[in-house]
């Protein structure tokens, strides 16, 4: 890889916090401080763009010509919104990337957090070198899903909103970080839960493993052993870092 393409700068918008930094794409791994602000109240578009603008300007590169890459918790087409998960609702139908470039005077790739944190694991973590289907999920508001098939991602699979049939409500309604949380479940209730969602998709894909991620991974020790699977289930070595890496890979290629 070219000195000049070992760098990249990528954000990770959530519905709380908007994370940065700089990343290095041969290791995959963050070179600077990761900078974060809060979300904006109300997460409208300009109030995003300026948190966007104030984390870059933190991170000294607002003027930077490194590929820039940008995660958002939505289905992205053609560089478009189409969803808005704990967002405001004007982002559905938005053009998001083209109103970025235009208010960060720069080209960026704009694309949906789960698919960037499955990139993330795929080519620097938990996925690196596996043959076949990789399903990363990420376990906590709701449940967010990437799909990479030979290392090549499938963007935008919505699998956190599996329905649950006879019961109402999708998965993630039921088998969320937040479901436990909610509920005020144990580990072990929790995975009883998890362990129908894991099947569900299994049947579904026949994945040659799970990656799971969110912050819950942290600790996986207290819940990943107690479900039964055929594929392997490990959790994800990124965690919190791999929106801002696999934004960065992106915007790279």
Excluded: C
């Amino acid at each position: 890889m070219a000195a000049a393409n070992r760098q990249a700068i990528g954000v990770d918008i959530g519905g709380t916090g908007i994370k940065a930094g700089v990343v290095d794409l041969v290791e995959g791994r963050l070179i600077t401080d990761r900078i974060k602000v809060a979300t904006p109240p109300g997460a409208e578009p300009k109030d995003v763009l300026a948190a966007v603008t104030q984390v870059l300007e933190t991170l000294e590169v607002a003027d930077s010509d490194l590929p820039l890459g940008v995660a958002f918790p939505a289905i992205v087409k053609g560089g478009r919104t189409m969803s808005a998960a704990n967002v405001s609702d004007r982002w559905v139908g938005f053009a998001a990337e083209k109103f970025f470039e235009q208010g960060l005077g720069r080209d960026i790739t704009f694309a949906n957090d789960a698919d960037v944190a499955g990139v993330a694991e795929q080519r620097y973590g938990a996925a690196k070198g596996v043959d076949g289907m990789v399903v990363l999920t990420t376990l906590g508001t709701g449940i967010g899903t990437a799909l990479v098939y030979n290392g090549i991602l499938v963007p935008n699979t919505e699998l956190g909103h599996i329905q649950r049939a006879n019961h109402g409500g999708d998965a993630e309604t039921y088998a969320a970080f937040s479901a436990k949380e909610r509920h005020g479940l144990s580990y072990e209730k929790w995975a009883r839960r998890l362990q129908w969602y894991y099947n569900y998709v299994e049947f579904l894909l026949s994945p040659d493993l799970f990656v799971v991620g969110g912050g819950v991974s942290k600790h996986s020790e207290r819940f990943l052993p107690l479900l039964s699977l055929r594929a392997p289930i490990v959790p994800a070595v990124h965690r919190n870092n791999a929106g801002i890496i696999g934004a960065a890979a992106l915007a790279a290629d």
